[in-house]
């Protein structure tokens, strides 16, 4: 297809690189208020919860969660994603970071189970945990 066919393409046709790009949606779950916190360490007890932390100035970051964004495979039902937007809610950066007791890096991703954290990591890191063996 040519550069004017991919500008001007109807948007009722889907090739199958458009449908790979929308079976591969990463389910985030936005991480806006400190409150949520307790919910996800309870949430925990019975479906493993990941927070990525992600700095949407930081093109080490950008770099990080978009490899994650590609690699990620697993579904709603079998664990949760929260992101977090740093730049808009430090707080409750410090406020994970007192909770779960785990120093604040950007990006960060924490893997929580029963209510700790039972992994995390950063930078290039991130995309080299083994999410699957957390569910």
Known sequence: ???LDKLFASTGSTNESDKSKQQNVTPWID????EQLENIAEKSKSKTQYIFKHSTRCGVSRMVISQ???NYKL???EADLYYLDLLNYRAISAEI???FQVMHESPQLLVIKNGVVVAHDSHSGINTLDLEKFL
């Open 75 to 77: 579904s709603e039902a």
């Open 31 to 34: 991480l806006n208020q400190v």
């Open 1 to 3: 297809m040519g550069l």
């Open 68 to 70: 994650f964004k590609k």
């Open 97 to 99: 970071a007192e909770k």
